[in-house]
């Protein structure tokens, strides 16, 4: 993009739009659309990232930066998504794709997207079906699966602690683990063990947690031994595998303890720590980007509420840490703590509209607040728009609390630039659709 180009967009942006003549809080809707950028498109199809320069300064030399959704229903939204990997792969230099889902399946998915698979299959590889189902998904996937024709591929990893899919719970993931060892010795895990394992990897499934709860009897010693041997007998492991397949396995393996560990404080909050399957995401995200991604570039796709920087309100938050649960939060909090200024977090925010997951029935957006903040993004008039939280100063009134619905449409008061970076307001959101 040319320098009067970047002169054009930020005297149209500091001008501001005119307002529709109905807008009833004109001082905060004119903010709003003072200090916001308009988007054109969000159109993964659309390459003309001229509306989206502004976001380089914004960005800065962030090395992650973390994209929400407020329910995993919302179409528009992964559309938006898939464009905003596109600008920050191509002119940014972002070149890892970091998914909510399970660290082992998900490389089932990276190894889909260098084959010839149908690409309509290439998610259900180890992506919840809420995005590898969804045709409003399938660009991201599309382009991701280009970008290995090019200089400068996508990699593709997950950092959830569950395992996604029933088969990989089943078979893939114990399979795994037990063809790592073989190798260094097939007598060292039992069969006895090996059902043990299996049996821990399929139950661990939240579902199963809510419609049957109480306490599982699984042979929690068997991954803390393999944990061990892969720590005591590293030197013999290097002469089977590299350094790096060696951490991933490890790491698989200390993902699914922490599983078990969370699942229990996710259901009934009784842990004593606090520990939860956000603590758990934050420590793969983090073994990752210290590890094997290190001076990489990471866009982490996610819900609203796990890419928090915080927990949402300040009493709550106060609250927690005069409780001693150190490990109570969204995965957001634990990131922030590690990267701080690494890292950039967007939002996703509608006023009116349709969500559904794949499916599912569509369901009507609420009807919004009269004060919410996307009630007043609606004011400015523009149907797409990125505001930049960090821009309110000290004082204003966006860092007191403010009612708005990132998680789940759900309505929330409290200061969100506390919480987030950046917002992308799309005004009409539409639902996710199943893939032909």
């Not at 915080?310 to 703590?337: N, Q």
């Amino acid at each position: 993009m040319n320098a009067l180009l970047l002169v054009l967009i930020a005297a149209a942006t500091a001008a501001g739009d005119p307002l529709p003549p109905d807008v009833k809080d004109t001082d905060r809707v004119r903010w709003l659309a003072d200090h916001s950028l308009p988007i054109r498109s969000i159109d993964p199809k659309d390459e003309d990232f001229s509306d989206l320069q502004p976001l380089v300064s914004r960005i800065g030399n962030a090395r992650v930066v973390q994209l929400g959704e407020a329910t995993h229903g919302d179409g528009s939204t992964f559309l938006a998504k898939a464009r905003l990997v596109k600008f920050l792969h191509e002119v940014m230099g972002f070149d890892v794709l970091a998914w909510e889902a399970g660290i082992f399946d998900v490389r089932r998915v990276d190894a889909a997207l260098r084959s010839d698979m149908p690409l309509a299959e290439v998610g259900t590889q180890g992506l919840y079906g809420i995005w590898s189902r969804s045709a409003e998904v399938q660009p991201t996937l599309a382009y991701v699966r280009s970008t290995w024709s090019t200089p400068r591929p996508i990699e593709t990893v997950g950092f959830d602690c569950r395992i996604s899919t029933p088969e990989n719970r089943k078979e893939r993931f114990p399979s795994y683990v037990f063809a790592f060892f073989d190798r260094l010795d097939p007598k060292l895990i039992s069969p006895q063990e090996r059902a043990d394992l299996t049996a821990m990897s399929v139950g661990l499934v939240p579902a199963e947690y809510y419609e049957k709860p109480g306490e599982r009897n699984y042979n929690r010693a068997l991954p803390k031994r393999l944990v061990a041997v892969i720590d005591e007998r590293r030197s013999d492991l290097l002469a089977h595998h590299s350094a790096r397949e060696i951490d991933y396995v490890r790491q698989i393996l200390v993902s699914l303890m922490s599983m078990d560990r969370a699942l229990p404080g996710q259901m009934t909050n009784a842990t004593a720590d606090g520990y939860t399957r956000d603590t758990a995401m934050a420590e793969n995200l983090l073994w990752h980007l210290n590890g094997p991604l290190k001076d990489r570039k990471v866009i982490v796709w996610a819900h609203n509420y796990h890419i928090l920087k915080d927990i949402h309100a300040r009493v709550a938050k106060e609250r927690a840490a005069g409780s001693g649960r150190p490990y109570t939060g969204p995965m957001g909090k634990f990131l922030d703590a590690a990267l701080g200024r690494e890292m950039v977090t967007v939002a996703f925010l509608s006023h009116h509209g349709r969500y559904a997951y794949v499916g599912e029935p569509p369901e009507d957006i609420p009807a919004v607040a009269p004060d919410s903040l996307e009630e007043l993004l609606h004011a400015t008039g523009r149907p797409l728009l990125l505001l930049d939280l960090r821009s309110a100063p000290e004082g204003h009134w966006l860092r007191e609390p403010v009612t708005a619905s990132f998680y789940m449409y759900e309505p929330i008061p409290t200061d969100w630039p506390r919480l987030y970076d950046l917002v992308f307001f799309i005004d009409e959101q539409k639902p996710s659709t199943k893939v032909p």
